[in-house]
């Protein structure tokens, strides 16, 4: 929730960035698709235990991640697959961080598990809210970019088993506040 309010502040950035891409014939679900990969590389670098590399490729692969919905927009190129497709690749990208992070023994997996699915809650309370009708949910004190910028923040500094323990506390608190939005929306 807190990144969302600067999303204003970088478009004319990340439009500035895919007119090339446009002009190119690059379209917004390869763009997706090549920001799983960057995660999924990223995800593996945590397996092998190099917290730093990792922390670099997911910082990468989240300026790409950044750049499908840009591109779609800027090239009229919007779907409502398309925004399935990014919204389903970026659980498959959560997961695979989360489990790289545990496979590679930086963390407990118990830790990386309730991490897991705190994460996943987040994201399945604001689509199942929405579709009952609660409008926007983007409540919560860690969304998505929040999360992985708490993961590659403290990666970066070889700090990562911290850098979970906080985000399975921020997410289980964000689902408890979705809830908490959801019921005051949807009551009867």
Same mark, same amino acid.
């Given at each position: ?17 895919? *007119?090339?891409? =446009?002009?190119?014939?690059? #379209?917004?679900?390869? &763009?997706?698709?090549?920001?799983? !990969?960057?995660?999924? %590389? ?37 779907? *409502?697959?398309? =925004?399935?497709?990014?919204? #389903?690749?970026?659980? &498959?990208?959560?997961?695979?961080? !989360?489990?790289?992070? %545990? ?49 590659? &923040? ?35």
């Amino acid at each position: 929730m807190v990144l969302n309010n600067y999303r204003e502040n970088v478009r004319g950035y990340l439009e500035a960035i895919v *007119r090339p891409l =446009a002009r190119a014939g690059v #379209t917004p679900n390869t &763009i997706t698709v090549l920001g799983l !990969l960057i995660s999924l %590389a990223g995800a593996y670098f945590f397996y092998r235990g190099e917290q730093v590399i990792a922390a670099l490729v997911l910082l990468f692969g989240s300026l790409i991640d950044a750049l499908d919905g840009t591109l779609a927009r800027l090239t009229g190129k919007t779907s *409502r697959f398309g =925004a399935f497709l990014d919204s #389903t690749f970026d659980r &498959i990208s959560d997961g695979a961080v !989360l489990f790289g992070i %545990a496979l590679g023994n930086l963390v407990d997996w118990r830790v990386a598990f309730i991490a897991f699915m705190g994460s996943y809650l987040v994201s399945y309370e604001r689509c199942r809210a929405e579709l009952a009708g609660s409008g926007r949910l983007a409540v919560g004190i860690a969304e998505r970019a929040e999360r992985l910028l708490i993961i590659i &923040i403290t990666a970066l500094f070889g700090y990562v088993e911290y850098g979970l323990y906080a985000v399975a506390v921020l997410a289980w608190i964000t689902v408890l506040q979705r809830l908490y939005a959801a019921y005051q929306r949807l009551k009867e």
